[in-house]
T-cell receptor, first 114, second 117 residues
Framework: NAGVMQNPRHLVRRRGQEARLRCSPM?????VYWYRQLPEEGLKFMVY????????ESGMPKERFSAEFPKEGPSILRIQQVVRGDSAAYFC????????????FGPGTRLTVL | AQSVTQLGSHVSVSEGALVLLRCNYS??????LFWYVQYPNQGLQLLLK??????LVKGINGFEAEFKKSETSFHLTKPSAHMSDAAEYFC???????????????FGQGTILTVHP
C-alpha cells in the first residue's frame, strides 16, 4: 500500500505567481489534512477535507489560500499571488474512515518564493 | 482549546544513554496524544499514540511513552539512544468532540535530539 504522495516535492515560485500543491492520500483513506511548517514556528494545521467537502478550515489564511478534495483525483492546496512569507514546507496527511485520529503524513512540498 | 508544550527545544545525549523528551498538554476533554519523528527533509512518521487504552504506550524503534493524567504529561522515553535516533520529535494532541475539530492535530514546537558517539 503506497503511502501518502505529494507533488511536487520542491516548488519555486516568484512573488505574485500561483502555487498548486497536490496530495494523494493512502488507498482507502477519505480524510485529508494540510499542515504548514514555517521556519521557527513549528507545524500548524491549515484545513481538513473529506471528499468534496471542507470540514474545518480554521487554520487557513483568509486570503489567497484555498483547498479542495474532489470526488476524483488528488487534494489540491492552492496559493494565489504568493509572497515570500509563504515559503514553507506544506505537509499533507490522510486518515481512514472512522479512525480520525491516526494520520499518515506525506513527504511534504517545500515551497520557495523568490 | 488544546495546546502542547515540549520542554526543551534541543536535547543532547550520548549513544547508549536514556532518552527523555518531555511533553505536557492542555485539553478540556480527554485527549488523544501522539509522538511523531521527523528526519531532515522528510515527512512525519508516527512513533506511538495514546487513545485512552493502556496508559503506557509502546511504539516503534524502542520508544515508549506514559500518559499521566494527573500531570497532564506524555513524555517520550527510550532506554538506550542510538545514533539513528537523531531527529526532530513532535508531540501532538487531538480529540474527537463528536462533530467538531475531528482529528486536527495541534503540535508542540518540536525537540531536536542529538546523539553523540
Amino acid at each position: 500500500n503506497a503511502g501518502v504522495m505529494q507533488n511536487p516535492r520542491h516548488l519555486v515560485r516568484r512573488r505574485g505567481q500561483e502555487a498548486r500543491l497536490r496530495c494523494s492520500p493512502m488507498k482507502g483513506h477519505s480524510h485529508v489534512y494540510w499542515y504548514r511548517q514555517l521556519p521557527e514556528e513549528g507545524l500548524k494545521f491549515m484545513v481538513y477535507l473529506q471528499k468534496e467537502n471542507i470540514i474545518d478550515e480554521s487554520g487557513m489564511p483568509k486570503e489567497r489560500f484555498s483547498a479542495e478534495f474532489p470526488k476524483e483525483g488528488p487534494s489540491i492546496l492552492r496559493i494565489q499571488q504568493v509572497v515570500r512569507g509563504d515559503s514553507a514546507a506544506y505537509f499533507c496527511a490522510s486518515s481512514p474512515p472512522r479512525t480520525y485520529n491516526e494520520q499518515f503524513f506525506g513527504p511534504g512540498t517545500r515551497l520557495t518564493v523568490l | 482549546a488544546q495546546s502542547v508544550t515540549q520542554l526543551g527545544s534541543h536535547v543532547s545525549v550520548s549513544e547508549g544513554a536514556l532518552v527523555l523528551l518531555r511533553c505536557n498538554y492542555s485539553s478540556s476533554v480527554p485527549p488523544y496524544l501522539f509522538w511523531y519523528v521527523q528526519y531532515p527533509n522528510q515527512g512525519l512518521q508516527l512513533l506511538l499514540k495514546y487513545t485512552s487504552a493502556a496508559t503506557l504506550v509502546k511504539g516503534i524503534n524502542g520508544f515508549e511513552a506514559e500518559f499521566k493524567k494527573s500531570e497532564t504529561s506524555f513524555h517520550l522515553t527510550k532506554p538506550s539512544a542510538h545514533m539513528s535516533d537523531a531527529a526532530e520529535y513532535f508531540c501532538a494532541v487531538s480529540f474527537n468532540a463528536g462533530g467538531t475539530s475531528y482529528g486536527k492535530l495541534t503540535f508542540g514546537q518540536g525537540t531536536i535530539l542529538t546523539v553523540h558517539p
